[in-house]
């Protein structure tokens, strides 16, 4: 009884060093604070997935247990790519989903796009140059499809239509 009791004690002083301290409470009417939005992809071939995220594209796996890899790619941004097998959810030929990312570095996203064998440009709305950079009335833009048939894009805005310019 006393070894069952002080394995107890033991444990509640542990779970007190790695309980993180309270954090304070959103104001009256604010958001809860997030700390990454993470959409999950789901594939048939992870591990081709895996291959062109990280070693073409060059995400940071922040977690990889086999069956899920979770990346950065930027402060609060994350891509999980999911084995499709065991997943929640199973992959779909028509995604219904497309990645978009925002960056004023998009010549620099073009160029890393470029150099990748094989790489897979989206024909843009309206026409356009296949594997430019597309120019639109708010945004410029280019897109790719990954391994698993997922629409990425890269755009940014114009200064003019940059939300929060005065529009």
């Not at 790695?18 to 958001?31: H, T």
């Not at 620099?108 to 897979?120: E, L, M, Q, Y």
């Given at each position: 009884m006393k070894t069952r009791a002080a394995h107890g004690i033991l444990l509640a002083a542990a779970a007190l060093l790695?309980?993180?301290?309270?954090?304070?409470?959103?104001?009256?009417?604010?958001?809860p604070a997030v700390n990454a939005i993470v959409p999950n992809f789901y594939y048939k071939d992870l591990a081709a997935a895996r291959r062109w995220y990280v070693?073409?594209?060059?995400?940071?796996?922040?977690?990889?247990?086999?069956?899920v890899v979770i990346l950065a790619i930027g402060d609060g941004m994350q891509l999980a790519l999911v084995d499709g097998s065991k997943g929640l959810?199973?992959?779909v030929e028509d995604k219904g989903m497309m990645l978009s990312i925002e960056t004023d570095a998009l010549e620099?996203?073009?160029?890393?796009?470029?150099?990748?064998?094989?790489?897979?440009w989206v024909k843009p709305e309206?026409?356009?140059?296949?594997?430019r950079i597309n120019d639109h009335k708010d945004i410029q833009e280019f897109r790719v499809l990954d391994p698993g048939g997922y629409l990425?894009?890269?755009?940014?805005?114009?200064?003019?239509y940059r939300p929060g310019a005065g529009k």
């Open positions: 790695v309980v993180p301290a309270a954090l304070p409470a959103a104001p009256p009417g604010a958001l070693g073409q594209v060059g995400f940071k796996p922040l977690y990889d247990d086999g069956w959810m199973r992959p620099d996203w073009h160029r890393r796009f470029s150099a990748i064998d094989g790489v897979r309206g026409g356009g140059p296949l594997g990425i894009e890269f755009y940014r805005w114009k200064p003019e």
